[in-house]
Each structure stands twice: as structure tokens, then as C-alpha cells.
């Protein structure tokens, strides 16, 4: 503000002695306006990821239920033939840790190619955000670890005689 009340004054040819002729406005208001309203955006977005994240974990449970059940007559002989309740609980659970990683690779996938999109349509540069992206599948795996849990437990506690005799 100094520099500026300076610069007008030379512009303007004033007088030491002379009072200011002009007034300088500063857009501080103007940018806490913008920053509140980027912090409603903000907590919105998380809002939106955070049910986003719950929905896609219950639908990744329904299908790992889905699986157990369409899959009991192979648990039966699993069991029957000597694999260990801890066996099929870590087999289910790899498979939903990974189902739900590669739905995470997809996103992180679409997420650079729509980021170089728009960074070729504003000719700007592209920037790959490792921090995100590592935070992003840390999470997908973790929803996945969480929505496996119960299909993997249910799994493991079939009784082998009724699941080989399951239709």
C-alpha cells in the first residue's frame, strides 16, 4: 500500500505538504468472501466422498454376500477337502480388497486423463498428484478390508456337511 500511495503521488505530481487526491481500495473483503465460499465447497465435496464412499461399500458387500452365497457348494469342498476357516476368510477378503483397489485404479486412471484433458484445453502444465493418489487407493483398499469383513466371516463359519449339500 505504501509503494502504491508513493507511485500515485509522483503520477499525480503532489506536493509533500499536499493531502492525498485519490483513494486505493484494497479486495481483501472481496477474497474472504471467495475463501469462505471455497470452504463451503470444500465440506460439500467431502460430504459428497464421504456418502459416495459408504454407498460404494455397502454395494461392495451386497456383491461379496452374492459371491458367498453363489459359491457354497465350492466352500463346502474346500473345507471338506482340509482349508482352514482363516483360508477362505483371507480368500474373500483378497478378493473384495481387490476388487475395490481395482475400482480405485480405474478412478485414478480417469482422474489423469480428464486432468491432461483440461490442462491441454488451458494449455497450462499437468501436475501428478502422487500424495492424493496414494491417500486415494490406501482408502479404496481400506473400504474394501471393511465391506469384505462380514462375507469373509460368514464364509469362514459355513458348516462344510450343509454347504456340499447346498443347491
Known amino acids: ?35 469462505r465460499s471455497l470452504q463451503s465447497v470444500s465440506f460439500a465435496a467431502i460430504l459428497i466422498g464421504f456418502i459416495t464412499l459408504l454407498g460404494s461399500s455397502i454395494g461392495l458387500m451386497n456383491i461379496m454376500l452374492v459371491a458367498v452365497a453363489e459359491r457354497t457348494r465350492e466352500i463346502g469342498v474346500t473345507k471338506a477337502l482340509g482349508a482352514t476357516a482363516s483360508t477362505i476368510r483371507t480368500q474373500f477378503l483378497l478378493e473384495a480388497i481387490l476388487i475395490s483397489l481395482m475400482g480405485g485404479l480405474l478412478g485414478v486412471i480417469l482422474g489423469m486423463l480428464a486432468g491432461n484433458i483440461v490442462s491441454l484445453l488451458l494449455k497450462t502444465a499437468f501436475i501428478v498428484p ?24 460368514k464364509a469362514s463359519r459355513m458348516d462344510p456337511i450343509v454347504a456340499l449339500r447346498y443347491e
Open 1 to 35: 500500500m505504501g509503494e502504491a500511495t508513493g507511485l500515485m503521488r509522483i503520477i499525480r505530481k503532489l506536493a509533500l505538504d499536499e493531502e492525498n487526491n485519490f483513494y486505493l481500495s484494497k479486495s481483501d473483503s472481496l477474497a474472504e468472501v471467495l475463501f
Open 130 to 153: 502422487w500424495l492424493w493418489i496414494a491417500i486415494g487407493i490406501a482408502l479404496c483398499g481400506t473400504v474394501g478390508l471393511a465391506s469384505g469383513l462380514y462375507p469373509a466371516f
